[in-house]
């Protein structure tokens, strides 16, 4: 036990020094989430603001003159006056408006009497974006309900059909998309960053012919995979904290959870990750190979099968089904469990322990596939 603990202790020496003459490792650890996270989460927006639309009112009058000033309130849109329906749709044919509000001849008249004709307002929006589409139709509809509630408290009538709605989002009442996509990009930046730290490193070490003296050593194979995944855990972790800092001061994303399950759960990741890496590089034993096979397991799976961009529940069942397969999924579950709503144990738990299975498996098959000869 003893000469074990001082060959473990002389591989963590040696890792630590190769950590500490290679740059690029430490630009690995540290620059580079930091860099994922700034571009892709700066980058990545869900969110539609000043959206330019063009407004028609054909008969102009004093019933109609709020409904620009209630859209041009709105931080999402901005009011386009076009004077006909066919300047409208030139501009929309453009692309220089996303949609087009068109308020007919009889608005007013039938605005004075709503029981017996509904005032009607025309909304084109342009399709080729179909989410976009739908941000718009709501954010016109709410402008045109302010418009309608405000008219009614100065006229001293009910609002049309008497109903006043009320509505709250929970979670994110802001409805920022960075709430949203900065705790998935943590889950992605974590997935990359981990399985590229030891892919490249023993990739690299198969190359130069290092991996040869290690092997002539009288450490056993799970000294050599322990200590590289203490040494580059510990690498992890930091650049973890980081990450999370950078989410918190510079995105302004609130984290409302517990630091210990965020600790864990990124722990038992990290393990993942780094087995993944070395899984790869014992296979690979090429840096170019394991780089584009660390970025097709990784990337990918974090970008589509995670729910950090796409809502697993709209997918097709059998996708659904996939998605069990990639940790990723369980960590980001995590990470937007603890920034959004806090520490819920009973949503956070059954993932950790997906997150250690995949864990103990990913150990398991880095372990049988590393052997102590070089074909």
Known sequence: MRQALMRLRG????EILQVLRDPSMLLSAFLLPVVLLLENSCGMSLDARHMRLAVVIQ???????????????????????AA??????????????RGMLVLREDFAARLMHPARWPAQAQLIAAGTDPNTARILEGYVKGALLAWVDGHAQEKRVL???GIALEHRYWFNPELRSADFIVPGMLGYVMSMVGTLLTALVV???????????????PARMGELIAARLLCYFVLGMLGMAVSV???????????????????AAAALFLVFALSLGL???????????????AYVATVLPALVMSGMLFDIASMPPWLQALTYVFPVRYLVSILQTLFAAGTVWPLIL???????LSALVAVGATVAVTHRRLD
């Open 279 to 293: 899984f790869i590089s014992a296979l690979a034993r090429n840096q170019f190979v394991a780089a584009q096979t």
């Open 245 to 263: 800092l950078i989410a918190i001061l510079v995105f302004g994303v609130p984290f409302r959870g517990s630091l210990l399950a965020l600790s």
């Open 350 to 356: 059954p993932n950790l322990a997906a997150l250690g």
């Open 159 to 161: 609002p049309v059909g």
């Open 11 to 14: 591989l963590l020496r040696k």
């Open 59 to 81: 008969a102009p009058a004093e019933q109609t003159r709020g409904i620009i000033e209630a859209i041009a309130a709105s931080p999402y849109l901005t009011p386009v006056q």
């Open 203 to 217: 990739s690299r070490e198969w190359e130069r012919g290092t991996m040869e003296s290690m092997l002539a050593s």
């Open 84 to 97: 006909s329906a066919a300047e409208g749709e030139r501009l929309l044919t453009r692309g220089e408006v």
